[in-house]
């Protein structure tokens, strides 16, 4: 199921099951980067801090995760997870109310995103995990190997 941040923000989002699981941000195939100045999404986080970063770091860790110009080492922007208990449509409905909504409990994590142009095309996947699986094992898994095939994690998941 892919669906783009736009089809979800006008209703889509219904169709993503309320399973705990794993998901990805991804960039369309045309995509250039062009960082914002400051973030399309809430001015500051659910901890009152600043939602944008300087322009200059998110430009390096660009650099570093894809290469300077298309065609870029990848199109995984961000790799997030939900337990069992939200659910992937409730983790995905606070992730977009970061940019949409300031009536929904955001979701800060992944909130670089909100300061690319045009993540409104971004494409959302879902991988619903099983009752007996760990959707924070998984995703865990995911970017231990997504580390190891790119040398860095993705452009918004924001560990060193």
Known sequence: MDYTVKQLHEGAINNIPTTGGVYFIK????YVFEV?????????TSKGQ????PVKELKQKIKEVYGSEPPYSNN?????KTNHNVGLRERLIEYLGFRYSE????HNGGRSIWQLKR????????LPCSKDEDP??????LLL???EQFGNYPFANRRS
């Open 27 to 30: 960039m369309p195939t045309d």
């Open 36 to 44: 914002l100045l400051e973030s399309e999404g809430r001015p500051v």
């Open 50 to 53: 600043p939602s944008s970063y």
């Open 76 to 80: 995984i922007l961000y790799i997030g």
């Open 103 to 106: 009536k929904t409990k955001p």
């Open 119 to 126: 993540n409104e095309d971004f494409i959302v996947e879902v």
């Open 136 to 141: 924070g094992d998984k995703e865990h898994d």
């Open 145 to 147: 190997k997504y580390k």
